[in-house]
């Protein structure tokens, strides 16, 4: 599959050029802060349980599955986890070690308002592992599983809605959740150009249908 032809891709790119357009255009903290002051009942309910589509525990359930239906497809997905996982770390604690999260950069400066029985972190802000998680998951299943096009749109609002909850539920900042998004795009699609051919062999067949 010709990869510059997927319209997650595609369609990932204009969302990255929208988010880059309100990146620009607002100051550190803003949005978080303005999410914060706009919570929802409805959102209060589902952004702990929507935040999950980022979490190692449910990439590892489809990891799983895809080694059941599919090894090859699935050992593709556990290297590019595993590499996702050491990357995360290396710039999370080695590179921006001394970022803070919203709880720790607004502290006696600013009321936030906060979900009971969330446990909200302080340290380790940039980038955001769970939307790095939830793209580097989405855009995979675009290239090797997901064909159809209305399903990729769903893989698409689903790493978005990942990446909007890091936010709505005070664990990231806007700028986290950007850099996680490319950086997740970015790794799936070096897996699926370079990893892709040596464990899949490109064989008739290899994907799920």
């Given amino acids: 599959m010709n990869w510059k032809?997927?319209?997650f891709l595609q369609a990932y790119m204009v969302s990255l050029f929208a988010m880059s357009v309100v990146f620009f255009f607002t100051s550190h903290g803003q949005l978080v802060l303005l999410i914060n002051q706009h919570r929802f009942p409805l959102g209060d309910a589902l952004m702990p349980y929507l935040t999950y589509?980022?979490?190692g525990v449910f990439y590892g359930l489809v990891c799983l599955l895809l080694l059941i239906r599919k090894w090859r497809t699935g050992l593709l997905f556990v290297l590019a986890g595993i590499s996702q996982s050491i990357v995360s770390a290396i710039l999370k604690r080695l590179v921006f070690p001394d970022v803070p999260r919203p709880k720790k950069y607004f502290e006696g400066i600013e009321d936030l308002s906060f979900i009971e029985g969330v446990r909200i972190a302080?340290?380790?802000s940039f980038p955001s592992g769970h939307t790095m998680t939830a793209f580097?998951?989405?855009t995979l299943l675009s290239l090797v599983v997901v064909k159809d096009r209305k399903y990729q749109a769903l893989l698409l609002a689903g790493a978005l809605v990942a990446g909007f909850s890091r936010m709505y539920l005070l664990q990231h900042f806007y700028r986290d959740v950007v850099a996680g998004s490319l950086i997740g795009v970015l790794m799936a699609l070096?897996?699926?150009v370079w990893v892709n051919p040596l464990i899949l062999r490109?064989?008739?067949g290899n994907d799920l249908k």
């Fill in 202 to 204: 490109d064989r008739p």
């Fill in 190 to 192: 070096a897996f699926f």
């Fill in 53 to 55: 589509l980022g979490d």
């Fill in 122 to 124: 302080t340290r380790f």
């Fill in 5 to 7: 032809n997927n319209f």
């Fill in 136 to 138: 580097l998951l989405a």
